[in-house]
């Protein structure tokens, strides 16, 4: 009789259809009863993974960061120097339409 009750409620691995009577046993339909328990333990779950996927990512990124060498931040002059011109197009341009116009009277 004395049965301790986990503190974190998790979902059975095959939950039921939303019409289907709950796992519960209670006799109410799942969607009344315990999808949204369901749904708030699934994301949880989901939330834990994420977060340690963010952590292993982050820790990957400062890994390869301090195994590549540093470049520095001096630029360097390019070999060949393209003419750049100051003079700019105007870019505003007319809106075209490419719908016939309409013909014939429409007088009834």
């Known amino acids: 009789m004395a049965e301790k009750k986990s503190k974190e409620y998790t979902p059975p691995a095959q939950l039921p259809g939303r019409n289907d009577p709950c796992h519960c ?3 109410k339909k ?3 009863c315990h999808e949204d328990q369901d749904a708030a ?3 949880t779950v989901l939330e834990k993974k994420w977060t340690e996927a963010e952590k292993i990512a982050a820790k990957k990124a400062e890994d ?3 195994t590549t060498p540093e470049q ?3 630029p360097t002059k ?3 120097q393209s003419h750049v011109s100051d003079h700019r197009r105007n870019t505003m341009t007319v809106p ?3 719908m016939p116009r309409k013909t014939g009277g429409g007088g009834a």
Do not use: R, V, W
């Open 25 to 27: 046993g209670s006799g």
């Open 78 to 80: 390019p070999t060949h």
């Open 30 to 32: 799942y969607k009344k």
């Open 41 to 43: 333990a699934q994301h």
């Open 64 to 66: 390869e960061k301090a």
């Open 96 to 98: 075209k339409f490419n």
């Open 72 to 74: 520095s931040n001096a």
